[in-house]
């Protein structure tokens, strides 16, 4: 097993990727803190960890409440005595709102939850990672935080964000053991369609014309997991400070 005696903590974890990357990296043998908002299908994701054979436990965390963070990181230190890797899943999009038509509170909730909220995580788990000489990080990103046209004001700023705080993360602290790297998927059948809100139809039809090579229908979140638990792994330990993209060659289009 890749992940023997490694603690993982997983933001919005409940489910799609997150559910995905949690069950595996249970399966490889990690020990699993599952953060979500959903505290129902928090425990249904543990209790489907644990009968089958793997260890987790489940924390209800909003990851724009700082304290929500910091007891989070609190409580995989207090149960299983450290955190080794961090995922940072939780997200929302923006309706596909244009820079005309997205509102402050929009804007502002985006980057609070996809930006400001992976910021804070890495800034509690880091100090425990820095003091065992080695951890990992890993974010979600999106196709949106590498080109333009991939999603709504607010969502692309935030992706674009999060590209540059992994780059940052990534550089800053690889001499001290610290790999921090970003997955960039396409569209994936996924919950975060649900927080799409009030779409703008003009960012959608914009949206729409560029999405030929992807495999909508068939992205399943296993195929992002496999991506994660590679990064997570040793089998990457020369792979930091990067952006993978994963969908079906969207990017090159």
Same mark, same amino acid.
């Given at each position: 097993? #890749?992940?023997?005696?490694?603690?993982?903590?997983?933001? /919005?974890?409940?489910?799609?990727?997150?559910?995905?990357?949690? *069950?595996?990296?249970? &399966?490889?043998? +990690?020990?699993?803190?599952?953060?979500?908002?959903?505290?129902? +299908?928090?425990?249904?994701?543990?209790?489907?960890?644990?009968?089958?054979?793997?260890?987790?436990?489940?924390?209800?965390?909003?990851?724009?409440?700082?304290?929500?963070?910091?007891?989070?990181?609190? &409580?995989?230190?207090?149960? $299983?005595?450290?955190?080794?890797?961090?995922?940072?899943?939780?997200?929302?999009?923006?309706?596909?709102?244009?820079?005309?038509?997205?509102?402050?509170?929009?804007?502002?909730?985006?980057?609070?939850?996809?930006?400001?909220?992976?910021?804070? +995580?890495?800034? #509690?788990?880091?100090?425990?990672?820095?003091?065992?000489? *080695?951890?990992?990080?890993?974010?979600?990103?999106?196709?949106?935080?590498?080109?333009?046209?991939?999603?709504?004001?607010?969502?692309?700023?935030?992706?674009?964000?999060?590209? /540059?705080?992994?780059?940052?993360?990534?550089?800053?602290?690889?001499?001290?053991?610290?790999?921090?790297?970003?997955?960039?998927?396409?569209?994936?059948?996924?919950?975060?369609?649900?927080?799409?809100?009030?779409?703008?139809?003009?960012?959608?039809?914009?949206?729409? *014309?560029? !999405?030929?090579?992807?495999?909508? *229908?068939?992205?399943?979140?296993? !195929?992002?997991?496999?991506?994660?638990? $590679?990064?997570?792994?040793?089998?990457?330990?020369?792979?930091?400070?990067?952006?993978? %993209? %994963?969908?079906?060659?969207?990017?090159?289009?």
């Amino acid at each position: 097993m #890749k992940l023997n005696h490694k603690v993982a903590v997983v933001t /919005g974890a409940a489910s799609g990727m997150g559910k995905a990357i949690a *069950e595996l990296y249970a &399966k490889e043998g +990690a020990k699993v803190v599952v953060a979500d908002l959903n505290e129902v +299908a928090i425990f249904a994701v543990v209790d489907g960890i644990n009968q089958a054979g793997g260890t987790a436990i489940g924390i209800t965390a909003n990851v724009m409440k700082e304290e929500e963070i910091q007891a989070m990181v609190d &409580k995989a230190v207090e149960q $299983f005595g450290s955190v080794d890797i961090l995922v940072n899943n939780a997200g929302i999009m923006d309706g596909f709102r244009l820079i005309d038509t997205v509102e402050d509170d929009l804007w502002n909730r985006v980057i609070d939850i996809n930006l400001t909220g992976p910021m804070r +995580a890495i800034r #509690k788990a880091l100090p425990i990672m820095l003091a065992k000489g *080695e951890g990992i990080i890993i974010n979600i990103a999106s196709t949106a935080g590498i080109t333009g046209g991939k999603g709504g004001v607010a969502y692309t700023a935030s992706k674009h964000g999060l590209v /540059g705080l992994t780059k940052n993360v990534g550089y800053m602290h690889a001499k001290s053991g610290i790999r921090c790297n970003a997955i960039a998927p396409g569209g994936v059948r996924t919950n975060i369609v649900h927080t799409l809100g009030n779409i703008d139809m003009a960012g959608m039809k914009t949206f729409r *014309e560029g !999405e030929g090579t992807q495999r909508l *229908e068939a992205v399943d979140p296993i !195929e992002i997991a496999n991506i994660a638990l $590679f990064l997570a792994s040793e089998d990457s330990r020369f792979i930091n400070g990067a952006v993978i %993209a %994963a969908d079906g060659g969207w990017t090159a289009y």
